[in-house]
């Protein structure tokens, strides 16, 4: 049932939502719908499954209405976007995303999930505990489950959990009842200068807290913010005001056992429940869920074991995009670098237990590697933190970095990805690193070529990396097919090659041209025999992989990356034959170089070939150009 709510001092009963595809955006336009608005929405570019979220909470895609009343956008519309733009010419107000989630949950009580990493995974797992255990609270994560779960509902109580961003300085809309400070870490240079300026907006809303403060133990800046004026929670009479969770901390959790991609925790502390199971696994993780469980229980709800065992995950935080019998593929949606560093460091232990599993099983010098494809995000994050970027991605075993995400940001001088480049070339310089700037087909064959199988893959970063990851899966995919006619293809021809012929894998082949530059060839191959060139050229058509003949190299350039097909050189002797024939003619191979066909002409009395005296290459060469 379709209905008006007093809005900003106002009667409104429809609104529209300018970025409704973004993980912020998408799931608030679905919690006013639900609360009886009429909400449309528009986005350039909107995911599958953020489109289909949408429709089924019932919030239309299309242009801005004829009657709409309310404008709601993401601060990363730029001002004049052209909708912000039609809107101010009807008179209609504009908000951002961060105003209106104040606004709709002031009525309530909020238990609003802040910092700077882990917010999202920390509300979802909040999220699915007061579901697990009956507890009617209304919701707005900041992304979407990995399942079909609404990533939004109007609750039935008086409680609403929502995750709130500092990014846009909307912060200092809310007043919580429960705030959640998952750690503090200086982001968002862009919105604040310094340090300080990010640490003062967080003391602000512990303040404005209306009950308890949940900080991380771990996080001493999270502490010193909000000891500097707000009181210890005590049992005394008059309302509670701050705890800690973590491993010492007033909610104490850590990680009992491990496995499989779930963990239990052990609980002490002020939890009532000794152990919890946890569909999640690392160190992080453990953290977060502490913080999810020690939330709910403040909130009032019955807080089992159980209460985490079947939580999704969300999108985009180290989702597997592969197969358990392929490369291991993870993207991950961390941005700043003590996010990568955590995220790495879990991902590093899956790589070290891959290599133990393996141990013996794989040839020398192929052991399991971490390869890591970094998306920076913002000019400005980029600008601030290149150096602490090019530090923990020094901890791969081989970096692929993609051009910044702007985000709706104008390029910067010092935080573009070149700047993290020459960082991680300085600091790192043995490490592999790629940078092909504005080339995604170079960089999916380029990371295709090097991936391999036990390998785990991290796509990183906060901007479009996700549908990148995607698109290069398929590519691996496409190479995986290619790599596999090859083996077929040498297991097949070898047989047919007598002990004279060469028949070799990754062969260099710029070495071999007179210019001396580029990559290798797939398969190389030397025939010494008619015979084996037919079987070579048969076994390749066979199996749809392309052949390259391969003269004296002149005036010919190898790509860096490569030959992808059969290269076929006639550089065995038998190919040079040369035999004069009856009436003036000559038998020559195609291997054989022009200036010794001249010679030999010469001295069986032939004239005719002294302009190929000068010109570099051979017979078969000439005869093809």
């Known amino acids: 049932m379709k209905a008006n709510l007093q809005l900003f001092s106002r009667s409104v009963g429809r609104v529209h939502c300018v970025g409704v595809g973004g993980m912020g955006m998408g799931p608030l336009a679905i919690y006013l719908a639900q609360l009886g608005l009429e909400v449309s929405g528009e986005d350039d570019a909107i995911n599958e499954e953020m489109r289909g979220q949408l429709e ?3 919030v239309a895609v299309g242009p801005l209405p004829a009657d709409c009343q ?3 956008h993401s601060s990363a519309i730029p001002k004049n976007h052209a909708t912000l733009t039609a809107a101010a010419d009807r008179g209609i107000r504009a908000v951002r995303r961060g105003e209106m989630l104040a606004e709709v949950t002031r009525g309530g009580k909020l238990a609003a999930v802040c910092g700077s990493h882990g917010k999202t995974t920390t509300t979802a797992m909040l999220i699915t505990a007061l579901r697990h255990s009956g507890f009617p609270a209304g919701y707005v994560l900041g992304g979407l489950f990995a399942d079909d779960t609404s990533p939004a509902a109007v609750g039935e109580n008086e409680w609403i959990v929502a995750e709130i961003d500092e990014s846009d300085g909307t912060i200092d809309r809310f007043a919580p009842a429960i705030t959640v400070a998952v750690n503090l870490d200086w982001d968002h240079p862009d919105q604040y200068r310094r340090a300080e300026d990010l640490e003062a907006a967080f003391a602000a809303l512990f303040h404005r807290t209306r009950g308890t403060v949940l900080l991380s133990d771990a996080c001493a800046t999270s502490a010193r913010v909000c000891s500097a004026g707000v009181p210890p929670a005590t049992e005394q009479a008059g309302p509670l005001r701050y705890f800690t969770f973590g491993r010492t901390g007033s909610f104490a959790g850590e990680i009992a056992r491990e496995e499989d991609g779930r963990m239990t925790l052990r609980l002490g502390g002020k939890f009532f429940a000794s152990e919890a199971e946890v569909r999640a696994s690392g160190d992080f993780n453990a953290a977060n869920a502490t913080a999810a469980l020690a939330a ?3 909130m009032g709800a019955a807080v089992t074991a159980a209460a985490l065992g079947d939580y999704p995950g969300v999108r985009r935080r180290q989702a597997a995009l592969t197969g358990a019998n392929e490369l291991m ?4 949606y961390a941005h700043h670098p003590a996010e990568i560093r955590a995220l790495l460091g879990s991902l590093r232990q899956r790589v070290a237990s891959t290599r133990a599993e393996n141990a013996g099983a794989r040839p020398a010098g192929s052991a399991a ?25 020094a901890a791969a075993d081989s970096v692929h970095l993609l051009d910044v995400y702007g985000a709706g940001e104008a390029p910067l001088a010092g935080g573009t990805t070149a700047d993290i480049y020459a960082e991680l070339k300085r600091i790192a310089p043995s490490l ?3 940078y092909l700037p504005g080339d995604d087909a170079e960089f999916f064959r380029a990371l295709a070529r090097e991936a391999r199988g036990g390998d785990l893959v991290a796509f990183v970063g906060a901007g479009d990396i996700d549908k990148k990851a995607r698109r290069w899966i398929e590519v691996f995919r496409q190479t995986a097919m290619k790599a596999k006619k090859r083996d077929d ?7 047919a090659l007598g002990a004279e012929a060469k028949l070799r ?7 071999k041209t007179t210019l001396r530059v580029g990559g290798a060839a797939r398969i190389y191959a030397e025939p010494a025999s008619v015979g084996e060139l037919r079987a070579l050229v048969a076994g390749a058509k066979t199996r749809g992989i392309e052949v390259y003949l391969f003269g004296r190299g002149s005036n010919l350039i190898v790509p860096d990356e490569g030959v992808d097909g059969l290269v076929v050189s006639l550089a065995h002797a038998s190919w040079a034959a040369f035999e004069p024939r009856p009436g003036g003619r000559v038998w020559a191979g195609a291997g054989l170089r022009l200036k010794n066909l001249c010679g030999l002409a010469a001295k069986a009395g032939l004239t005719g070939f002294e302009f190929l005296e000068g010109i570099p290459g051979c017979v078969g060469g000439a005869l093809r150009m």
């Open 432 to 434: 592999p690193v790629s």
């Open 489 to 495: 293809f040498v297991t097949a021809v070898q047989p």
């Open 329 to 332: 593929v993870v993207e991950d």
């Open 296 to 298: 709910a229980q403040l």
């Open 70 to 72: 309310l404008v709601v």
């Open 505 to 511: 894998r990754e062969e260099p082949v710029g070495a």
């Open 369 to 393: 590697r971490l390869i890591v494809a970094f998306q920076p995000h913002r000019f400005s994050r980029t600008a601030q933190f290149k150096g602490e970027f090019a530090a923990t991605l």
């Open 56 to 58: 089924r909470g019932g």
